[in-house]
């Protein structure tokens, strides 16, 4: 059986093996933060140069061609365990973490990221990992890896989106037995939250949502990011509809340009900036930039809404 005293062991043993995990891990201690406040929403900046892999990857369909898969078996370091987890997964160690926890799941099969079909297995992995949140990235939202299905995991008191959630107004679409849907818009970002015991109900109520969110032309799925984390009452899955992959000044030429490249850890509350000069740039109102620009208007989640209703 797989749970969180499992995997916590697990991430000791593979720091011990692996040195340059464990020098990245270890490094995370001298990381720079700043806390600021997003109308009203605590909001963590990360200066990591390590996750320029990760902002900076190139994710187009002939970078991805020609370079290997590094989510697959056979191109993963040799030192690089795992743990089997339910139907075709694999527990990982993140050697470039951003959480002082920070697991990379793939799907032990070579498949594209896309996420129907996968939130029971999602609402599952949260459960057995109490203390850690799982999340997802959207193959336009943030993933490193769109050609290889995956979660990733970090220990939730990281993160700062559960505590916000937790005195915001949540307003009821839908019901699947004690499984409920309900939408956000008091965040500085909108979201709609799925609570729920049974991870079925959770994905039927989430096939309603995806199904009611538009599809952008020629993508296979809904742009968004998912987080999914265990709660006293069950388990919380908060789905982050987005409508831009990065913001207008993503880039590295030009002093008006930044190396942001938003995903499931930023939407979270932890902005992540691989250059210092980023880090030092970022404040309270150009959050709010980015999760205009990136994120669902208030009439769009209205539509969303509507649909499901």
């Not at 991870?199 to 039927?204: F, L, V, W």
């Not at 970022?282 to 208007?297: P, R």
Request: charged share 25%; with cysteine.
């Amino acid at each position: 059986m797989v749970n969180t005293e499992l995997v916590n062991k697990f991430i000791g043993e593979q720091l011990a093996e692996w040195q340059t995990a464990a020098d990245n891990f270890k490094a995370l201690e001298g990381v720079k933060v700043k806390e600021l406040v997003v109308d009203g929403m605590k909001i963590k900046v990360q200066f990591n140069p390590a996750r320029i892999v990760s902002s900076s990857a190139k994710v187009d369909a002939k970078s991805l061609k020609e370079r290997k898969c590094f989510l697959c078996a056979e191109n993963r370091p040799t030192v690089q365990r795992g743990i089997e987890w339910g139907n075709g997964y694999i527990i990982l160690i993140n050697p470039f973490p951003i959480f002082p926890r920070h697991l990379t799941i793939p799907d032990m099969g070579h498949v594209d990221q896309l996420i129907k079909g996968r939130i029971a297995d999602m609402m599952s992995l949260a459960h057995d990992l109490d203390g850690y949140t799982v999340f997802y990235n959207g193959p336009k939202c943030g993933a490193s890896a769109p050609d290889h299905m995956h979660f990733q995991a970090g220990n939730s008191d990281f993160l700062t989106i559960g505590d916000a959630l937790e005195n915001a107004e949540l307003k009821t679409i839908a019901t699947d037995g004690d499984a409920v849907l309900a939408a956000c818009q008091s965040l500085p970002l909108n979201v709609f939250v799925i609570d729920s015991k049974d991870p079925q109900a959770g994905e039927r109520l989430f096939t309603r949502l995806y199904d009611a969110i538009p599809v952008p032309e020629g993508e296979k799925e809904p742009m968004m990011n998912l987080l999914c984390f265990a709660t006293p009452a069950g388990v919380r899955l908060v789905v982050i509809p987005r409508k831009q992959h990065r913001p207008s000044f993503y880039g590295t030429e030009g002093d008006d340009k930044m190396l942001l490249s938003p995903a499931s850890v930023d939407m979270g509350g932890v902005f992540i900036t691989p250059l210092e000069k980023d880090f030092n740039k970022v404040d309270a109102e150009l959050i709010k930039v980015i999760f205009d620009e990136l994120c669902l208007s208030n009439e769009a989640v209205e539509d969303i809404v509507n649909k499901i209703k």
